[in-house]
T-cell receptor, first 115, second 112 residues
Framework: DAGVIQSPRHEVTEMGQEVTLRCKPISGHNSLFWYRQTMMRGLELLIYFNNNVPIDDSGMPEDRFSAKMPNASFSTLKIQPSEPRDSAVYFC?????????????FGPGTRLTVT | SQKIEQNSEALNIQEGKTATLTCNYTNYSPAYLQWYRQDPGRGPVFLLLIRENEKEKRKERLKVTFDTTLKQSLFHITASQPADSATYLCALDHNAGNMLTFGGGTRLMVKP
């Protein structure tokens, strides 16, 4: 099994630029989560999808952030325009959500630096 | 407001000893609680899930307890090894759904 795949692994961009992070969940998993991790705030849930439908986006910090899941094997998290305070590690995770299997499988993360 | 507390200070122990990590929570009524391990530069890795009606769960050298009265979970690693050195995160569900809120994690250092 390939696990959750994220790209790019590192992204350095200038303030004001658009950033797109990508995620491929584990095949057969029907829940997908986007998290952000910083030293100050820890691991925070941004948004999650069940069967490609956004269920809860209350963690999305502001309108500059948007996420899509056009099909079961692909999701994007977009930041437009980016700001230095968006610098963090962004994780994607997927879960099978089958008969109580609530464990989440995380990707390697994308380290975003906004200068 | 809902709160999950893990000891933010690193826990240093000697190889072979039992490591015990604590997760306390307030204003939650979780249906289950999970523990994850995170190594530097990597994503968290699922270790154990314990449900509200279970008091204890074991997996190899790992043991988790869940006390819904005290609102506390303890995570034990017996016969600890330097390879167990990592940050350990606890996570609670939201209303029996599959959304999780994570604690800040505790860094464990096992010295040879």
């Amino acid at each position: 099994d390939a696990g959750v795949i994220q790209s790019p692994r590192h992204e350095v961009t200038e303030m004001g630029q658009e950033v797109t992070l990508r995620c491929k969940p584990i095949s057969g998993h029907n829940s997908l989560f986007w998290y952000r991790q910083t030293m100050m705030r820890g691991l925070e849930l941004l948004i999650y999808f069940n069967n490609n439908v956004p269920i809860d986006d209350s963690g999305m910090p502001e309108d500059r952030f948007s996420a899509k899941m056009p099909n079961a094997s692909f999701s994007t998290l977009k930041i437009q325009p980016s700001e230095p305070r968006d610098s963090a590690v962004y994780f994607c995770a997927s879960s099978p959500l089958a008969s109580g299997n609530y464990e989440q499988y995380f990707g390697p993360g994308t380290r975003l630096t906004v200068t | 407001s809902q709160k999950i507390e893990q000891n933010s200070e690193a826990l240093n122990i000697q190889e072979g000893k039992t490591a015990t990590l604590t997760c306390n929570y307030t204003n939650y009524s979780p249906a289950y609680l999970q523990w994850y391990r995170q190594d530097p530069g990597r994503g968290p890795v699922f270790l154990l899930l314990i449900r509200e009606n279970e008091k204890e769960k074991r997996k190899e050298r790992l043991k988790v307890t869940f006390d819904t009265t005290l609102k506390q979970s303890l995570f034990h690693i017996t016969a600890s090894q330097p390879a167990d050195s990592a940050t350990y995160l606890c996570a609670l569900d939201h209303n029996a759904g599959n959304m999780l809120t994570f604690g800040g994690g505790t860094r464990l250092m096992v010295k040879p």
